[in-house]
């Protein structure tokens, strides 16, 4: 008895998902004891109804998407035959009170809201139909699938395309067509439930994503991440490879959204992906996205500034400390058969050297302040940050040409801009040290590439230690990888397994925020209709 009252009341929706089932609660307002209680939760947990949670206890299970689209294929043909008996009764004063219930959806910001209306809207269509234990049926399925449809699908997507087929309805059943009427309810009703597909199947609304997301390139072990991320506003993720602009312009034809890692998403690129809304670049830089082209398509780019912080500032010192001690070289001797101290020579003490960091956001911050442990002064040149905030820092704010004269080490973290590219270039070598090295984990074109061959070969500074190029991977042939004095890593200063989870998880969020109507946390334009 207890089990068939607890069944009654979650497919009524009285009970809702995620409610806490309190066992002594149940036991005093049904006048049995803990026993019976403790059975029928067990007993309904094992029919998926309720599930046990730790600390928690016994709460109301969440539908999954495949019994959504049943009670779907349920709904459907009742609520087509509510308005096939409704529609000879239906009034005009019925009629002017759909349209109003209409407008108000489209005034309507709040999901809760609009969800509400939409009910009323349906109500007053079927209302006239007299057919109460229908309607009852009816309003007990919408009741359980609206209440979970909003877990996979975003609720103000759903309302773009209903209201679309609410006037279709409507405008059917002024005409008094009962046929199309009756069809675009079909239709709208199978929008409800896919997301904006329409797709049918044996005449039959299909569940399909509500979008569809493309990853252009990934260097990721595996999507899990995303695919959890996304699947919860439904969307379908197509993974690519594509590192050239012909492999990408037919690929992104009708995604909704692009994550895109080092693909060249060109002017072109943007202008193909027709249904675009968000393109969510996995990293800091934005350089291989025309930004231009998607603000003035209306496209969100985002990108994610904080996820490597930690790593990028490791790395940084980790090159540091290489050239500082001639790690990589002496590695090298030792391999060679030679075991000669003299090799090292010449090597300076750390404490008490300089270094510059060109750029002050947060990588060299931390930079700073890692460095400042092992006694190096820090000086800092960036034209957007204010000096006090640098002096904040225990950092000295200088002018380019002052930095590179004064430091042991430079340190570029600049972003590649219009205004960076080839910021390094012969000129700034030639300012720099013959002791200095160079450290680039920023953008490899911030730094003019023959101007640094030809500072490395004929001892204008030091050495270099780069994790990025102008080109990725080098040709086999390169100057750069003939040289001793120059350390190259293949671009992975970002790279640890924490960070990695985390690029993928706030980058595949901003794609469900905008998809959801909801503001980017970390936006690189500004687009009309977008929340800020």
């Given at each position: ?218 260097v990721f072990p595996h999507l899990e991440v995303e695919r959890q991320v996304l699947g919860r506003v439904g969307a379908e993720l197509v993974a690519l490879q594509a590192h050239r602009e012909e492999e990408l312009l037919e690929a992104v034809a009708d995604a909704d959204a692009l994550l895109v890692c080092f693909a060249p998403v060109t002017g072109r690129v ?216 120059v350390i190259l890593t293949p671009h992975v200063a970002f790279y640890s397994e924490e960070s990695l989870q985390e690029l993928q998880r706030k980058a595949a969020e901003e794609v469900a925020r905008v998809l959801t109507g909801q503001a980017p946390r970390y936006p690189v334009n500004r687009v009309a209709g977008v929340p800020a």
């Open positions: 008895m207890v089990a068939e009252v607890l069944r009654e009341a979650i497919l009524r929706g009285i009970l809702v998902a995620g409610q806490q089932l309190r066992q002594d609660e149940i036991a005093r307002e049904l006048g049995v004891s803990h026993i019976p209680v403790r059975e029928a939760l067990r007993q309904l947990e094992a029919e998926g109804l309720v599930r046990l949670r730790p600390y928690r206890g016994f709460e109301v299970s969440e539908l999954s998407p495949e019994e959504v689209e049943e009670l779907y294929e349920i709904r459907i043909p009742l609520e087509c035959q509510a308005l096939r008996l409704a529609m000879p009764h239906l009034t005009d004063a019925d009629l002017r009170r759909a349209e109003e219930i209409l407008d108000a959806i489209d005034a309507e910001q709040d999901p809760s809201g609009w969800s509400q209306l939409n009910t009323e809207f349906h109500a007053v269509l079927y209302a006239p139909s007299r057919r109460q234990r229908l309607l009852n049926l009816i309003r007990t399925l919408r009741t359980n699938v609206d209440r979970y449809l909003r877990l996979y699908i975003s609720v103000m997507q759903r309302k773009q395309y209903s209201q679309r087929e609410h006037r279709k309805i409507l405008e059917a059943v002024r005409r008094r067509d009962v046929a199309e009427a009756v069809e675009a309810l079909e239709e709208h009703l199978g929008i409800a439930c896919c997301g904006g597909s329409g797709v049918r199947r044996n005449g039959k609304p299909v569940a399909r994503p509500a979008f569809k997301v493309v990853v252009t390139d990934s943007v202008q193909a992906a027709r249904r675009c809304r968000i393109i969510a670049r996995y990293g800091i830089g934005v350089d291989n996205v025309d930004v231009r082209t998607a603000t003035a398509r209306g496209i969100v780019v985002t990108n994610v500034p904080d996820y490597c912080v930690e790593e990028v500032s490791d790395h940084t010192l980790a090159l540091l400390l290489a050239c500082a001690r001639r790690v990589v070289w002496l590695d090298r001797r030792v391999r060679a058969g030679r075991w000669d101290a003299r090799d090292a020579v010449p090597v300076r003490r750390l404490s008490g050297q300089t270094l510059g960091l060109v750029g002050f956001g947060k990588i060299p911050r931390l930079v700073a302040r890692k460095a400042q442990a092992f006694g190096l002064r820090v000086l800092a040149f960036d034209p957007y940050v204010d000096p006090a905030v640098v002096r904040e820092h225990g950092v000295e704010p200088v002018g380019l040409r002052a930095l590179l004269e004064r430091s042991d080490y430079v340190s570029l973290h600049a972003p590649l801009t219009p205004q960076t590219e080839g910021l390094v270039d012969e000129a700034a070598l030639r300012w720099m040290k013959p002791t200095a090295f160079l450290v680039n984990t920023a953008r490899g074109r911030i730094v003019e590439e023959g101007a640094l061959v030809r500072a490395l070969e004929r001892g204008w500074i030091a050495g270099a230690a780069l994790d990025v190029l102008p080109t990725e991977p080098p040709p086999k042939d390169h100057r750069l990888l003939r040289l001793d004095n």
